[in-house]
């Protein structure tokens, strides 16, 4: 068969090979074939056209790990519109500012997400009619410049002028003629940029297929055609959406899809479904370790994976002690849609690196000063590869320059095999759990809180989420004691922040150090972090 310019192509390709296996399972019991799943596709492209939308047009998904996230991902691909999957726990407000933003035309939600697509989809439509929901925060002017009235589509039982995924889906399949250009916009996914607020990396058809193709090319592979995959990674999240169901549907592996992540109950699934493959965050591990029997629950699995942030080596030890199973890590961004490097390209693989490129990806480092670097000098780390963005959202800002190469704002360095080691962040984003958390977001919530004259929020190294937020709040000089100060800030940011984003522990401190210019001097606080972990701190 002719290479595919379209994600959707590997379903149909897997339909047309092996039209009765079992492409996904969810717990519950519902599953669908290669067969079945190829129909509802074509189903869902039919209904999205059947609503007017058409190619370029953007869908907004608002679900989580379901059968219904798949559909409607590559159905949406199917009929060249681009797909915008978000986190479904996101707050009415930023739901909001992403529908105005990327210009959604359809929102689809289930029983557990449309209540506050609902009160998003209110805001966008009061904000361009002109009369802002009272009380609600607005919308800035260039995102509404771009928004257009949202319909929303619910898996279950709709509200009056609302579609459900039922009446989506009840039409023929319809072909789409193919359009060969694997430059189309495939996807837009938020990613927080330097000031905090999201922006949304352009991934076209061109970069998640080269990813795929990338990741397929290990020795030995990642992942065959008899495997079956743990689908607990969340599906709106790049490593899940590409690395994982990408990979799926190129190998036609089975994918068991897992809507959270509880540690017994995980555990049971791997046996009961004999899953083979365990992608994964590194926080499951600091769950994982000490369990009773964690060697023979685990029983079924031949591979698994860690990504989306570094998994502390003491961790990554006690797991491989207890199991006997190697964890094999990687690195990757969103805008590589996502892997760059895995510790499977090298034999053996080195504690506490990512490993080494994929095939047809390139990594150098870079100094600002002195340009490309040699040796194990640590330096900026940039990519080069067909599996790179196209830039941000909706103008292709910051996108690869003209030689290819894209700077990540990561700093690493290379040892005398080649194997990349991470150090630091050129900027201060940390990484909670596998989501990016950056200061400048949670020291402007603490700023709200009366009582408090600034704050400067940075990462500790953290064995369950990887890293663990840890704010140093200066007090405004009133009466209110430490105690109560703190108290203050840990109510507030539990109203105005995702619980990934919330300090793990508040710091309440006379003053912030910093430089002749009046800058935080974050390095600082690291250090006193580092030697209160050293115990050198009472």
Do not use: C
């Amino acid at each position: 068969m002719p290479s595919p310019t379209d994600v959707s192509d590997l379903v149909a390709s897997a339909a047309a090979e092996s039209p009765d296996r079992l492409a996904l399972v969810e717990v519950g019991g519902r599953s669908l074939t290669w067969e079945r799943l190829e129909d509802e596709v074509a189903r869902v492209a039919h209904g999205l056209n059947r609503l007017h939308v058409v190619g370029g047009h953007r869908v907004m998904l608002v679900l989580g790990n379901r059968l219904e996230f798949v559909t409607t991902y590559l159905g949406t691909l199917r009929a060249h519109a681009v797909s915008v999957p978000v986190n479904p726990r996101t707050e009415p407000y930023d739901l909001a500012r992403m529908i105005a933003d990327s210009g959604s035309r359809l929102i689809v939600a289930d029983a557990t997400t449309v209540a506050s697509a609902r009160e998003a989809v209110a805001m966008v439509q009061a904000a361009l009619a002109g009369s802002p929901v009272p009380g609600a925060r607005e919308l800035e002017p260039e995102l509404l410049a771009r928004a257009k009235d949202p319909h929303v589509v619910v898996v279950g039982e709709g509200a009056d002028g609302e579609t459900t995924y039922a009446d989506l889906v009840s039409g023929p399949p319809q072909a789409f003629a193919p359009i060969a250009d694997p430059e189309r916009l495939a996807v837009l996914l938020y990613t927080a940029g330097t000031s905090g607020r999201p922006r949304a990396a352009m991934l076209t058809h061109r970069a998640l297929l080269a990813n795929i193709e990338q990741v397929a090319d290990t020795d030995p592979p990642m992942m065959h055609g008899d495997d079956v995959v743990l689908g607990v990674l969340p599906l709106f999240h790049v490593y899940g959406l590409n690395a994982v169901l990408g990979s799926v549907l190129r190998h036609r592996a089975k994918l068991v899809l897992v809507d959270h992540f509880d540690p017994e109950g995980t555990l049971d699934l791997i046996d009961d479904e004999a899953i083979s493959v365990v992608p994964v965050a590194p926080a499951v591990f600091g769950h994982w370790v000490g369990r009773d029997q964690l060697k023979e629950r685990l029983g079924p699995v031949r591979l698994v994976l860690s990504g989306s942030a570094v998994l502390a080596g003491e961790v990554m030890e006690r797991f491989t002690a207890e199991t006997g199973l190697e964890v094999h890590q990687g690195y990757g961004l969103t805008e590589a849609a996502p892997v760059v490097t895995t510790t499977m390209r090298g034999a053996p693989s080195v504690p506490g690196s990512v490993g080494r490129p994929l095939t047809g990806v390139e990594v150098r480092l870079v100094d600002e000063h002195t340009g490309h670097l040699e040796g194990d000098d640590p330096g900026e780390i940039q990519v080069r590869g067909a599996n790179l963005f196209s830039g941000y959202w909706p103008d292709g800002a910051d996108a690869p320059g003209e030689d290819g190469w894209w700077s990540t704002g990561d700093v690493g360095y290379h040892d005398a095999s080649g194997d990349l080691f991470l150090v630091d962040r050129v900027r201060d984003m940390l990484v909670v759990s596998g989501f990016n958390v950056y200061p400048s977001e949670v020291e402007d919530v603490i700023a709200e809180v009366e009582g408090v004259s600034s704050a400067a929020v940075i990462g500790v190294e953290d064995s369950t989420t990887g890293q663990a937020v840890v704010a140093y709040v200066v007090p405004d000089g009133t009466d209110r004691d430490a105690d109560e100060v703190a108290a203050a800030v840990r109510t507030h940011v539990e109203t105005r922040l995702a619980r990934f984003k919330r300090p793990s522990r508040i710091e309440v401190v006379d003053a912030l150090p910093t430089t002749v210019t009046g800058r935080v001097e974050k390095g600082r606080l690291r250090g006193i972090e580092r030697r209160r972990a050293l115990g050198l701190l009472e």
